[in-house]
């Protein structure tokens, strides 16, 4: 079946950039439902992630002289969080290229390999140091990508998420926070600024009040942390910075954990409760 995905007429996309170099394919629709999800319940075995009922394959094929870089594809917002790469070539030899090679770091060396031998599939989790490459290829390459979702990094989350931050304006801001930012811009990194004004834009679009929003700010910037005692005010602070770091970088699955485990026994607030169901599905 996964053979014959290949002598179709597939609607091919070509990459040719500077490291990624292939032709990719949506093939989801015809790989049969029961198929997908015995394949979704042998990856929930293996890896431990609480994966979503989302399967999407892709089939990818590499001519003579192409080569993927060292990426690590660590999931964005809304992206795929594990993968299994199924193997399709035939008489495959060493000479042919085609390894799936794994790395500790983009600069270092190849920490484990896969070669492409018929009917290997290799599965593996995505996350910021997930490096991997594969090496030039001097035959045609066939492979079936298998792609899968984290419960809390799901498409819905990602429109909810860029919704809510569309038009990012930090002008926005009350002016209780206005000086509380300019300081912290003269002596914290970019990095750190952005996220704690984005948190504090999601704070005031969510409604909260001037004193939150500066809570949320002080929090996120690492000026203080959010001890006020009131329940919706550290959930809200501590979705809002969630938030934010999704928007700003990616996600990450230890920082989700800690904010699960923080939030594990609070009531869920109203106010809260769409940016809580998809944070925090249960």
């Known amino acids: 079946m996964l053979e014959a995905l290949f002598l179709q007429t597939n609607d091919w996309q070509h990459r040719d950039g500077a490291f990624y170099r292939c032709s990719l ?36 094929r590499m001519l003579p002289g192409q080569v993927i870089g060292i990426h690590s594809d660590r999931p964005l917002l809304g992206y795929e969080s594990a993968r299994l790469v199924v193997q399709l070539n035939q008489q495959w030899q060493p000479d042919h290229g085609g390894v799936l090679e794994l790395f500790s770091s983009p600069e270092g060396k190849a920490v484990f390999s896969v070669d492409p031998e018929y009917n290997k599939a290799f599965g593996f989790p995505l996350h910021a140091d997930s490096y991997h490459g594969v090496t030039e290829v001097t035959q045609p390459r066939q492979t079936v990508v298998f792609n899968f979702w984290h419960m809390a990094n799901t498409p819905e989350l990602a429109s909810y998420v860029q919704a809510l931050f569309a038009n990012l304006q930090f002008s926005e801001f009350p002016a209780a926070l206005n000086p509380i930012a300019s300081s912290a811009e003269s002596t914290l990194p970019e990095d750190t600024t952005f996220r704690a004004g984005t948190a504090a834009v999601a704070l005031h679009r969510l409604g909260y009040d001037e004193a939150t929003v500066v809570t949320g700010y002080r929090h996120s910037a690492g000026l203080a942390v959010c001890d006020t005692g009131d329940a919706e005010t550290y959930a809200a602070v501590l979705l809002a910075e969630w938030m934010a770091y999704l928007y700003r970088d990616s996600f990450d699955l230890a920082r989700w954990m800690i904010l699960r485990n923080k939030l594990d026994r609070a009531q869920v607030i109203p106010r809260l409760l769409p940016a809580w169901q998809l944070c925090l599905p249960e």
């Open 25 to 60: 394919c949506d093939v989801t629709k015809h790989i049969p439902a029961s198929f997908q999800a015995a394949i979704l319940a042998r990856m929930r075995e293996i890896t431990g992630l609480p994966l979503v009922d989302r399967v999407v394959v892709t089939a990818q």
